[in-house]
């Protein structure tokens, strides 16, 4: 059973930083792109950042020089660095990797930014 999970949400004042982290778990020999996305309160979910298993990166352009994706592939773990956050950074963060051809996702994690 491949498990995706993620962790590091929680509140924090506007400008502050929290780091994510998203750990796949199970029968995993090979792991493609991994991603982070996140759904504002009525708003579609949008993609935030993306990483290939060769380390290229994009982003949002709402969160250039901002946030940070990185991953540990041999810790099948992809992390998000969020930096001079803003309120409108407040969402439901969700991580997906692309494993052995299936797509998986995580359950989510709130970030909630106050101003």
């Known amino acids: 059973q491949v498990q995706v999970v993620e962790s590091g949400g929680g509140v924090v004042q506007a400008g502050g930083s929290l780091r994510l982290s998203c750990a796949a778990s199970?029968?995993?020999?090979?792991?493609?792109?991994m991603a982070w996305y996140r759904r504002a309160p009525g708003k579609q979910r949008e993609l935030v950042a993306a990483?290939?298993?060769?380390?290229?990166?994009n982003y949002a352009d709402s969160v250039k020089g901002r946030f940070t994706i990185s991953r540990d592939n041999a810790k099948n773990t992809v992390y998000l660095q969020m930096d001079s956050l803003k309120p409108e950074d407040t969402a439901v963060y969700y991580c997906?990797?692309?494993?052995?051809?299936?797509?998986?996702w995580g359950q989510g994690t709130q970030v909630t930014v106050s101003s």
């Open positions: 199970g029968s995993i020999f090979s792991i493609n792109a």
């Open positions: 997906n990797a692309l494993i052995q051809g299936s797509l998986r």
């Open positions: 990483i290939t298993s060769g380390g290229s990166t």
